[in-house]
């Protein structure tokens, strides 16, 4: 717990951060997103490359000014498309080589070529460039992938020229703990602005994630951000900070906003279901988000069955509020020396 320092303001982790990976959370305007109490969001480096392209993000002033978004921003180095576009992609020492899925074009990514597309997007921390290996995977792979991620943050930190941009490395090992921590003592030696987990949520049981985050985050300088990435359910996350992480990113809230679900206190409420077409009630009583303030699941149910874009804007609203607002309790709770009394069920 404590308090991360950007050129863009200050994150108070722990910390739910929301996934706009082309500029924008999903049908969210930036005055929305804030009201959330959201302060740090992401964008992804892979995607903005080949829509608008990184040159453009730059001419308008960065991604702060492009997308208006006042706050701390995090960009992904393309990584994880290293993993999720496994079939369209070939690996080798020098970087990765992706086909398009918009056009069919060849499109070279190196651990240079990621820290120069994220240099030009502008955000207040970057990532590594790192090979993500798929679960399951032998320890061979994961291995090579392990080490390749070290050599590839040697090339990331030689080519990163910009001081107002903190590069977090990214400490891999797949679901072997052994490989996790000699990761973490490897990347801990550079000496970065912080580290993250990466490489979990990629298909391994909720028992497995809870057993490399317990193995690795401890590894991890205490006195600076420890980012699990892609994990955002209630008690991945509860878990995660009992063990000492600070932030988390993930698409739940807005991808299940666009298939009707409401979180609510953990539960996933599908609000297509004929129980609340006539509940005038709020999603959550104690919410105070827009949404609850304002509209009834009635409401919201009728928006849904009726393909309303406004429904997915108020359930984007109440979820990704309710993430913030879990991840602010347990740091109350924290500073009042609650937790285990108070979150100790999601353990």
Not at 88 to 94: L, P
Not at 162 to 169: I, S, V
Not at 314 to 334: G, K, M, P, Y
């Amino acid at each position: 717990m404590g308090c991360f320092h950007t050129p863009h303001g200050v994150v108070e982790t722990p910390r739910f951060m929301p996934v706009g990976t082309l500029a924008n959370v999903k049908t969210l305007t930036p005055d929305q997103l804030q009201a959330t109490g959201a302060q740090m969001v992401l964008a992804n480096t892979y995607h903005l490359h080949l829509q608008p392209g990184e040159a453009i993000v730059a001419k308008a002033g960065g991604l702060h000014q492009f997308m208006q978004w006042p706050g701390p921003i995090l960009t992904d180095s393309g990584g994880f498309q290293v993993f999720s576009l496994s079939e369209m992609r070939t690996i080798s020492e020098v970087g990765v080589t992706f086909r398009s899925p918009r056009d069919g074009q060849m499109i070279e990514l190196s651990p240079e070529r990621s820290i120069a597309i994220q240099n030009a997007l502008g955000a207040d921390v970057i990532m590594a460039f790192d090979e993500c290996p798929p679960y399951p995977a032998s320890r061979d792979h994961v291995v090579t992938a392990v080490e390749r991620t070290y050599r590839w943050l040697e090339r990331c930190i030689e080519a990163h020229q910009r001081a107002d941009q903190a590069l977090f490395g990214i400490v891999q090992g797949g679901i072997y703990p052994e490989l996790r921590q000699m990761a973490a003592q490897q990347l801990v030696e550079f000496d970065l602005p912080g580290y993250a987990i990466g490489g979990v949520s990629v298909g391994e049981p909720a028992a497995l994630i809870e057993k490399i985050v317990q193995a690795t985050a401890p590894m991890l300088p205490i006195h600076k951000p420890r980012y699990l990435m892609g994990v955002g359910t209630y008690r991945e996350m509860a878990q995660a900070i009992a063990a000492g992480v600070d932030l988390f990113d993930c698409v739940i809230p807005t991808r299940l906003a666009r298939h009707a679900n409401a979180l609510v206190r953990g539960d996933r409420w599908n609000l297509k279901n004929a129980k609340f077409r006539e509940d005038f009630r709020p999603i959550d009583e104690t919410c105070p988000c827009y949404t609850c303030c304002h509209f009834s699941r009635a409401y919201i149910s009728h928006l849904v069955r009726s393909q309303e874009l406004l429904g997915y804007t108020l359930l984007t609203i109440h979820n990704i509020t309710e993430l913030v607002r879990f991840t602010q309790a347990i740091r109350q709770a924290i500073l009042n020396r609650t937790f285990q009394q108070a979150f100790g069920h999601w353990l």
